[in-house]
């Protein structure tokens, strides 16, 4: 008897254990959700990570409050997450500068696989090169061409040590096998400045914080990093198409909690994102920035920051490229 009342209530306890997963994911979210961006109001990230954040906040019926916790090229951020509660209530606007530390930092503060589940990646786009219009180049390779004929004499702006527009111009130079100088800025709105006065040459950025310089005839495009030409710069061809075949950079957002989070907040957390994605006003919104709008699984995207990880701890490797 005691051992038919002891299975009867350990099978109880089960079904109840069953039912407490679904049940407290039925019921996210029930307060405000924080969005942790890792860098300063004015920039890309900021504004790709309000945009999302308005909209997702409308599905999933709570406000998601935007929090900037910049500094050390997105680290503090970012390691403000990973240690946070795994209770889908603190979230990470997570671009393609997540997966670098493993390769630039002697001791990485966090893990992008370990320490984070993925809810997945929702924009992907290309640089662009741009320049201050009196440099003699007027494409990828010109700016080559020029590069090798006085090598060290060229230089190029970017946010900070370690971002994506840092690792984009490191990528393009390796590539081509040329010599371009790193001039790093604590951010990229002072290093847009820069430009503006010559003080620097060149600026590997996505389209959005320059768009408005190009068309005022401030700044000049000369290529694009990514697979096809943008809308919005229809005369400027790609690296590939000009100067090196095959060649493609991209950069990336997506969303990520604290490792741990429950699947099914993680599976909310993606369905109304492949929404956010859907509506017509945060597509006209990120037009500007170009690229492709896609939300893809938590398991593509976690497939996805495994890949993008080995592939900058090689290209570091590489180039002996470190950032402490």
Not at 143 to 164: H, M, Q, R, W, Y
Not at 257 to 262: C, E, M, V
């Amino acid at each position: 008897m005691t051992t038919m009342r002891t299975t009867l209530l350990a099978a109880i306890a089960s079904v109840l254990a069953l039912g407490a997963g679904p049940a407290s994911a039925q019921g996210y979210p029930s307060k405000p959700i924080k969005l942790v961006i890792a860098f300063p109001p004015g920039g890309t990230s900021d504004y790709v990570g309000r945009v999302i954040a308005a909209k997702l906040g409308e599905y999933l019926g709570q406000p998601i409050v935007i929090e900037n916790k910049a500094g050390a090229t997105g680290l503090i951020g970012t390691q403000s997450v990973a240690q946070a509660a795994p209770d889908g209530y603190t979230l990470l606007l997570a671009p393609s500068d997540f997966t670098l530390a493993p390769g630039l930092q002697a001791k990485p503060p966090y893990d992008p696989v370990r320490d984070f589940a993925a809810i997945g990646l929702f924009i992907n786009y290309p640089h662009v090169i741009v320049a201050y219009p009196g440099l003699p180049a007027n494409n990828a390779k010109e700016l080559i061409d020029l590069a090798k004929a006085k090598p060290g004499t060229v230089n190029f702006a970017s946010g900070g040590s370690g971002g994506s527009n840092h690792i984009s111009g490191v990528a393009f130079a390796y590539t081509a096998g040329i010599d371009l100088t790193h001039v790093p800025y604590k951010g990229n709105g002072p290093a847009i400045t820069d430009l503006l006065a010559d003080r620097v040459q060149i600026l590997f950025t996505s389209l959005g914080p320059v768009e408005q310089h190009l068309k005022a005839g401030k700044l000049k495009a000369i290529a694009v990093t990514g697979p096809k030409r943008l809308a919005a710069l229809p005369d400027v061809a790609t690296v590939s198409e000009n100067a090196l075949p095959g060649y493609e950079f991209t950069t990336w957002y997506g969303l990520a909690a604290p490792a741990g989070t429950p699947r099914p907040v993680i599976d909310r957390l993606n369905a109304d994102l492949r929404k956010t994605m859907a509506s017509p006003e945060v597509m006209d919104k990120l037009a500007s920035i170009g690229g492709d709008l896609t939300v893809n699984s938590p398991d593509q995207f976690t497939a996805m920051i495994k890949t993008e990880v080995a592939r900058w701890q090689k290209l570091a490797k590489d180039t002996n490229l470190k950032v402490d």
